[in-house]
């Protein structure tokens, strides 16, 4: 006489390694069918069947036998394959969100690049005085009165060769709009 998969599986639950072999060799071909039907591929199927049995021996504690074992196991199978899909769909929200944002840090690189090319091309067509005063103001961050100490000039010529600058990089913008 065989034993009932019912009684397998309460013996399973109790640490008997024997039983649970048998439930295994007697459910294993038949979970890896329905593992396939429900994923629609041989790999996913694999993976889904090798971790409802890796799952199983813990889930087995909470097998109370109101139910037929066939029935419960494919309710344990139908919720790792919900799992293991929820799992998948976060993956690829993660990955189209890393490729969004990858997307949109070269953009904003190569903008930022753009942009120091054309400044320096810019910089390049100022006078040298009014370039070495750029360059204290805008590059080194230095206050006019610095700039002025540097420069051995008023603070007064600072702020106006800034004001030429900045003339200078309005029209040389518009210009490169046309």
Same mark, same amino acid.
């Given at each position: 006489m065989t034993t009932s998969d019912e009684d397998l599986a309460t013996a399973a639950a109790h640490g008997d390694q /024997?039983? !649970?072999g048998a @439930? @295994? %060799?007697r459910h294993y071909d038949r979970l890896f069918a329905f593992a396939f039907r429900l994923t629609g591929h041989r790999p996913e199927a694999e993976d889904l069947t090798q971790d409802i049995c890796l799952a199983l021996p813990g889930k087995l504690r909470g097998f109370r036998g109101e /139910?037929? !074992?066939t029935t419960w196991l494919y309710r344990v199978a139908v919720n790792a394959a919900h799992d293991r899909r929820r799992r998948a769909a976060t993956h690829a929200k993660a990955a189209d969100?890393?490729?969004d944002w990858e997307i949109s840090r070269r953009a904003a &690189?190569? %903008?930022t690049r753009d942009a120091l090319d054309w400044l320096t091309e810019? =910089?390049?067509g100022l006078k040298p005085d009014l370039r070495d005063t750029a360059v204290l103001i805008l590059a080194e %961050? =230095?206050?006019?009165? &610095?700039a002025a100490?540097? @420069?051995e000039i008023s603070e007064g010529t600072v702020a106006w060769r800034m004001s030429e600058v900045k003339k200078y990089l309005r029209a040389r913008a518009a210009e490169d709009l046309q």
């Open positions: /024997s039983a !649970f @439930l @295994l %060799e /139910s037929r !074992f969100a890393w490729g &690189d190569t %903008e810019a =910089m390049n %961050e =230095m206050t006019q009165a &610095d100490n540097v @420069l």
